[in-house]
């Protein structure tokens, strides 16, 4: 068959009785059985905190009215807790549904786990979600013990020295989003409003908007209605910031009450970045899984002064200072968009544009530098570009990591002159 036709290529695939999946981590694509997928997927269900609907007249009974009618009551009073009568008519969803399930493989277990996604894409309740998520950039969450991305750790580390008896650890919280109840992830959520201290009619509202969002936890699979019985929906668009103060409100307060809160602490969403005394590691990990009943947490240890963290590899050089590298995952493929594909130019170049800025932005010594750029340049050649393409990028990445190096000039955005 010719490659170049894809309308019988997509026809050829869908006489398989096969789903195709991104995997969990890293960009491979799974094709896994109907059957086994939709195996694992009930069995996921049937030991996790879900419930079936009841049936009505034999069917299964479709929530979908009760949810609309929910979020009406909500959209009319943040209305007018806000006091902008536009925001209900903004908040109405035509045509909205149950979230749908679907589930990425977790290539990278053994045995393969499913993590299950609900698409809230037209739900009753997926404006106001949005909605509530810009309003919450006025009031940035921020307990000083998280990080935005793995640039903004290496800037923490700077300087950081490894002490006598400590070692390099990552913690990391087990499912962390179906393991924060919702009712505290709520309280979190009021405390740190009063403490930016928010009207209480915003205040209100907020509550109103995350309340009604995190209620509806239903979702439907094959034909049947669930319903989430505990903890925050993943594919909720307020899931990360309910999560984020909850594990803010978390640290504050386990740090205040503990001796054994480690030294250096920073979190990546459900990563964390720590040092500690080794011979007080069970008792830290001990002391942090008793912090809550339902946050529990796993322990990686340095393995010979290397510890992989997000997509660093940090080791630990003979004078205790650290060191930097990428780190990329068994299941990375290097698959990205590739160059016969139909997108725009800018989206074909983002992958390559990251990586650079990467490269660039993470102090490494020469000879992990000069093994990335390499990486980047053999990532480009696996999706069909030539060597001149990575290397217009890599160059564009260097002479702007320079200019910011060497002057605070920055070039002057272009203005349009109205007559």
Request: hydrophobic fraction near 35%.
């Amino acid at each position: 068959m010719n490659s170049s036709d894809p309308e019988k290529v997509i026809e050829k695939m869908k006489k398989h009785e096969v789903v195709y999946s991104r995997a969990d981590k890293g960009n491979a694509v799974v094709i896994m059985n109907k059957q086994d997928y939709g195996t694992k997927v009930r069995d996921m269900i049937a030991t996790g905190p879900y419930e079936e609907c009841a049936f009505k007249n034999g069917k299964p009974k479709d929530p979908l009215n009760m949810l609309i009618e929910e979020a009406n009551i909500v959209r009319q009073r943040v209305a007018n807790l806000i006091g902008d009568s536009k925001l209900e008519r903004k908040f109405l969803v035509p045509n909205a549904k149950v979230a749908s399930l679907y589930c990425l493989p977790k290539i990278h277990k053994n045995p393969i786990a499913m993590r299950p996604i609900s698409s809230n894409i037209c739900t009753p309740t997926e404006k106001m979600a949005a909605w509530l998520v810009e309003e919450m950039k006025k009031y940035p969450v921020n307990h000083g013990k998280s990080v935005k991305n793995s640039i903004e750790l290496v800037e923490h580390l700077k300087g950081f020295k490894v002490r006598r008896g400590e070692i390099l650890v990552s913690f990391d919280v087990s499912a962390l989003f179906p393991s924060v109840p919702t009712s505290d992830a709520l309280d979190s959520l009021r405390r740190h409003l009063e403490r930016r201290r928010v009207p209480p009619n915003q205040i209100e509202a907020y509550i109103a908007v995350a309340e009604v969002c995190m209620k509806q936890n239903y979702f439907m699979f094959r034909g049947k209605f669930y319903k989430q019985t505990f903890g925050l929906s993943m594919g909720s668009k307020l899931s990360p910031l309910l999560a984020e103060v909850f594990m803010g409100d978390f640290e504050t307060d386990l740090e205040k009450k503990e001796k054994l809160f480690p030294r250096v602490w920073w979190r990546y969403v459900d990563d964390i970045f720590a040092s500690v005394k080794e011979r007080y590691l069970p008792q830290t990990l001990e002391l942090l899984n008793n912090q809550h009943s339902s946050i529990k947490f796993t322990v990686e240890k340095e393995v010979e002064g290397k510890l992989p963290f997000l997509d660093l590899l940090i080791q630990r050089k003979e004078d205790n200072t650290l060191k930097f590298g990428i780190y990329r995952k068994p299941t990375s493929t290097d698959r990205y968009i590739t160059v016969d594909s139909n997108h725009f130019g800018a989206q074909k170049q983002a992958a390559f544009h990251s990586m650079a800025h990467r490269l660039y932005h993470i102090p490494m010594e020469k000879p992990e530098f000069e093994e990335e750029k390499q990486k980047i340049y053999e990532a480009g050649i696996v999706n069909g570009y030539d060597y001149e393409f990575v290397r217009k990028i890599l160059r564009k990445h260097a002479r702007k990591k320079h200019r910011s190096d060497t002057t605070t000039f920055r070039p002057e955005k272009k203005r349009i002159l109205q007559s």
